[in-house]
């Protein structure tokens, strides 16, 4: 059961123990197993591992945390805007989107979330392990988490099955059979963390539908409307979304390049 946005739950502290784990593990079990770390390549691996441990939590904080956009009060789409090329209508009876429960026009890509009670700005989903909405505020945050984490299980994987495949025999101690089954165990933690951080980034980069839509303006377009026009600050937790939710630039205002002769 789903508790209110920013609220503590079960997932979270699932989330929050699986990367403990998993840190504790590749850190202070497979890296001296393998390169020890009184070696300047056990220190240098350890170090950018607890960087790139860092920058999950980090960013997994913020996107518990941050609110992924709300509708503000008494919002009326302008119908008769020249500039805003696209409005979004029910597809039955053609009127403009309005919720019924809160009361209120739906601006472009808004839509209700039923846990949260309440119309989220360019919603995409409500994930159980951030206990919030993905939206227009914290898209790209939860965007850059998951690709922390997949990044981070790539790098554990490797250093776990590098630990594993350098490890001889003969040194091994009575009470090493502990340390090899927390190994396997994280290995196995570590697939499960890649398969969902694949899925929650393939949710998180769904845009709508699977047919060409209005607000598709291509890749790199559509990378600097949820990660900002500065490419240096792509990967950081900052908030540099382009808008401010309520209106989205279309295909429509792209001009369309006239042809060579």
Same mark, same amino acid.
């Given at each position: 059961m789903g508790g209110r946005q920013g609220y503590l739950t079960l997932p979270i502290f699932s989330v929050v123990a699986a990367i403990g784990y998993v840190y504790y593990t590749t850190v202070f079990?497979?890296?001296? =197993?393998?390169?020890?770390?009184?070696?300047?390549?056990?220190?240098?691996? #350890?170090?950018?591992?607890?960087?790139? #441990?860092?920058?999950?939590?980090a960013t997994y904080a913020v996107a518990v945390r941050r609110d992924p956009g709300r509708v503000p009060p008494g919002?009326?789409?302008?119908? /008769?805007?020249? /500039?805003?090329?696209?409005?979004?209508?029910?597809r039955k009876g053609g009127d403009l989107r309005y919720c019924q429960k809160c009361c209120h026009y739906k601006p472009p890509r808004a839509h209700h979330c039923r846990v949260c009670k309440r119309c989220v700005l360019k919603m995409d989903h409500h994930c159980i392990w951030i206990n919030n909405c993905v939206g227009h505020e914290?898209?790209?945050?939860?965007?850059?988490?998951?690709?922390?984490?997949?990044?981070?299980?790539?790098?554990?994987?490797?250093?776990?099955?590098?630990?594993?495949?350098?490890?001889?025999?003969?040194?091994e101690q009575p009470g090493s059979d502990s340390s090899r089954t927390s190994i396997k165990f994280k290995i196995v933690i570590n697939g499960?963390?890649?398969? /969902?951080?694949? =899925?929650?980034?393939?949710?998180? /980069?769904?845009?709508?539908?699977?047919?060409h839509h209005p607000y598709d303006l291509g890749v790199y377009e559509n990378l600097i409307s949820v990660l900002g026009p500065n490419i240096f600050c792509w990967l950081c937790p900052v908030l540099n979304t382009v808008g401010n939710g309520l209106r989205y630039r279309t295909s429509y205002d792209i001009p369309i390049s006239t042809p060579p002769m």
């Open positions: 079990v497979a890296v001296p =197993r393998w390169l020890g770390l009184s070696t300047a390549a056990g220190v240098a691996n #350890a170090t950018a591992f607890t960087a790139l #441990a860092a920058a999950c939590l919002f009326v789409p302008d119908v /008769e805007d020249a /500039e805003s090329t696209v409005h979004e209508i029910k914290n898209y790209k945050i939860f965007l850059v988490f998951v690709l922390y984490a997949v990044v981070a299980s790539f790098y554990a994987l490797i250093l776990i099955i590098g630990s594993v495949l350098h490890s001889v025999p003969k040194d499960l963390q890649y398969h /969902e951080g694949v =899925r929650a980034m393939w949710l998180a /980069e769904k845009g709508g539908d699977l047919y």
